[in-house]
């Protein structure tokens, strides 16, 4: 099992930016790939990002592609997510999870460990 805390969320005018950090703890971090998800008031999680364990593949929602980078730094044992160019229906609490198998990095599911959650709220 792996640690993850969330921080970085909070409230931001639209078109502004924010980055969300994750930090990982409790086993080798570059044995998992590592996820990005959030989740409105009223509506299911879903997928925002993910990213391969070497950081060389990432992979975004159609939502986002173009405003948000998933980024990772393995010394580090942490995964960001920036997020640009942000929009009212951006916001969401946001997870960081990690997976070991990477067989579907879409699917919230397939995420063994999560983090708390960190708040994001995009003002229009």
């Known amino acids: 099992q792996v640690q993850l805390v969330e921080s970085g969320g909070g409230l931001v005018q639209a078109g502004g930016s924010l980055r969300l950090s994750c930090a990982a703890s409790g086993r080798t971090f570059t044995n998992y790939y590592m996820g990005w998800f959030r989740q409105a008031p009223g509506k299911e999680r879903e997928f925002v990002s993910a990213i391969t364990k070497s950081g060389a593949n990432t992979y975004y929602a159609d939502s986002v592609k173009g405003r948000f980078t998933i980024s990772r730094d393995n010394a580090k044992t942490s995964v960001y997510l920036q997020m640009n160019s942000l929009k009212p229906e951006d916001t969401a609490v946001y997870y960081c999870?990690?997976?070991?198998?990477?067989?579907?990095?879409?699917?919230?599911?397939?995420?063994?460990?999560w983090g708390q959650g960190t708040q994001v709220t995009v003002s229009s």
């Open positions: 999870a990690a997976d070991r198998s990477g067989i579907n990095l879409y699917t919230a599911r397939r995420y063994a460990d």
